[in-house]
């Protein structure tokens, strides 16, 4: 294995961090939002049937 500075292991895992931080933040949002958009798209498509 390559020898890497504690700097590199650093920022190997502030990335890290950042994209389970990430994901999380994307999986609460995606099931916050999920009956919100359904609404959306049930009156968008009430909108589209009504024309």
Same mark, same amino acid.
């Given at each position: 294995?390559?020898?890497? $500075?504690?700097?590199? &292991?650093?920022?190997?895992?502030?990335?890290?961090?950042?994209?389970?931080? $990430?994901?999380?933040?994307?999986?609460?949002?995606?099931? +916050?939002?999920?009956?919100?958009?359904?609404?959306?798209?049930? $009156?968008?498509? +009430?909108?589209? &049937?009504? &024309?």
């Amino acid at each position: 294995m390559p020898q890497m $500075s504690p700097m590199m &292991w650093s920022l190997m895992f502030l990335l890290l961090l950042i994209i389970y931080m $990430s994901i999380i933040i994307n999986m609460y949002y995606l099931n +916050n939002h999920q009956m919100i958009m359904k609404k959306k798209m049930i $009156s968008m498509n +009430n909108k589209n &049937w009504k &024309w």
